[in-house]
Each structure stands twice: as structure tokens, then as C-alpha cells.
């Protein structure tokens, strides 16, 4: 199973909203409403930040959303902060039995 | 508080062997759960990849197609820990590996809703 395509960097300045794509197949993102986004700063372990497409988990501030279009999921930051500059990977449910797959990951850059 | 502790982190030689461990607490994961526990590579400055996971039972073992043959997964359910072992190290795993709570469906993976702190592994002569 191929990974997931995120774009290797994306950025905005403090305060602007930005949005990284994850995009996958049928099989993947597009068959199932269980994307998921980790953050991760360096050095530490991810953290979830969205699942089953939007959902957020308790603690994560609503200025991280998710949403699904076809084969293309995408997580939006609003309201830039510094401290959200970090990497970023999706994840999707691949199907029954499937061990599921991770996208190459985006670094977010805070200008 | 859901808690996934892993050993420390490891220097080895190339050929040898090595077994690295990820406890969890804050609830059970023995026959009793339905929580599964995965382990995740990421190698330097690369991206997350899933290696395999351990049901609760110790019955069930799943391996991503390209960790297959390379790796052994394993449990301790009395004391709640998973384990991840080489029998001969290569440079290339040189990695941090992760130990994680998936979310399951239908024996598919939803999401990952807990992560250990990683262990690094280093080989090299």
C-alpha cells in the first residue's frame, strides 16, 4: 500500500490560517471517514491532533479542524501560533485487516 | 492516565541481537481489553511507518507486508508489556521506534490515540 502524498512543507505567518492536503486513493482516504493528523515536534513522539476526519480529541485547541473532499483530506490551522510549527502526518484507514497508512509527512514552518 | 513506557535507548553492532519493550498502564492489556499495541519506525528525518501489531490475546500477530520476516512481535500479558526484536541487526534499522495504542476496526487501524516516548535504536560498528 502507498503512502499517503503531503506536501513536504507549507508555512504562514503568525495569526493567518494554513492548510496541508493528504492525498490518497479510494482505497484509503476517499473509502473511509478515518482520517487521522499527528503533530510532532523534534525529538518527541506524535500526538493526535484530528480523527475520523474532524474530530478532535480533548486538549487540542479548535483552531485545528479537518475535513475530506474525494481522495484528498486536508487539516486546517487557524490563527497561526508559533508553537504550532511542527511536522504533520495523516493517516487513514485502509480496510478490514488493513494495518492502515501514513502520509510522508509536512513540516510547518511559522514565518 | 493511559501511559506507554519504553526502554531506554540502545547502541548495538552490526549481526547483533537486541529486544526493546513498551509497557502500558492506565488500562489493561491483557485477555480482558480489546486494546491492541503497534509499533511504529521512523527513521532519521523520515517519515512514520507501521511495523506490526499484538492483540490483547497474544493470538494475533500482524505484520506490514515489508517488517514481515524481519522482526518479531511479541506480548507479555501478565506483566502488560510488548515487545520488538531483531535476531541480527543492520545499520539501516538505525531508527527510533515507536510503541502506539491503535484504534481498531474490523482488524483494520482507525487511528492512534496513544504513543510511547520511543526508543532510539543505534547500529553501527
Known amino acids: 500500500q502507498s503512502a499517503l502524498t503531503q506536501p513536504p512543507s507549507a508555512s504562514g505567518s503568525p495569526g493567518q490560517s494554513v492548510t496541508i492536503s493528504c492525498t490518497g486513493t479510494?482505497?484509503?482516504?476517499?473509502?473511509?471517514?478515518?482520517v487521522s493528523w499527528y503533530q510532532q515536534y523534534p525529538g518527541e513522539a506524535p500526538k493526535l491532533m484530528i480523527y475520523?476526519?474532524?474530530k478532535r480529541p480533548s486538549g487540542v485547541p479548535d483552531r485545528f479542524s479537518g475535513s475530506k473532499s474525494g481522495n484528498t483530506a486536508s487539516l486546517t490551522v487557524s490563527g497561526l501560533q508559533a508553537e504550532d510549527e511542527a511536522d504533520y502526518y495523516c493517516?487513514?484507514?485502509?480496510?478490514?485487516?488493513?494495518?492502515?497508512?501514513f502520509g510522508g509527512g509536512t513540516k510547518l514552518t511559522v514565518l | 492516565e493511559v501511559q506507554l513506557v519504553q526502554s531506554g535507548a540502545e547502541v548495538k553492532k552490526p549481526g547483533e541481537s537486541l529486544k526493546i519493550s513498551c509497557k502500558a498502564s492506565g488500562y489493561g492489556f491483557n485477555r480482558f481489553t480489546t486494546y491492541w499495541i503497534g509499533w511504529v519506525r521512523q527513521m532519521p528525518g523520515k517519515g512514520l511507518e507501521w511495523m506490526g501489531i499484538?492483540?490483547?490475546?497474544?493470538?494475533?500477530?500482524r505484520y506490514s507486508p515489508s517488517f514481515q520476516g524481519q522482526v518479531t512481535i511479541s506480548g507479555d500479558k501478565t506483566i502488560t508489556t510488548a515487545y520488538l526484536q531483531w535476531s541480527s541487526l543492520k545499520a539501516s534499522d538505525t531508527a527510533i521506534y515507536y510503541c502506539?495504542?491503535?484504534?481498531?476496526?474490523?482488524?483494520?487501524?482507525?487511528?492512534?490515540?496513544?504513543w510511547g516516548h520511543g526508543t532510539l535504536v543505534t547500529v553501527s560498528s
Open positions: 479510494s482505497s484509503d482516504v476517499g473509502g473511509y471517514n478515518y
Open positions: 499484538i492483540s490483547p490475546t497474544d493470538s494475533d500477530i
Open positions: 493517516s487513514s484507514y485502509g480496510g478490514s485487516n488493513d494495518l492502515g497508512v
Open positions: 475520523e476526519v474532524s
Open positions: 502506539a495504542r491503535p484504534m481498531m476496526l474490523r482488524g483494520g487501524i482507525t487511528t492512534i490515540d496513544f
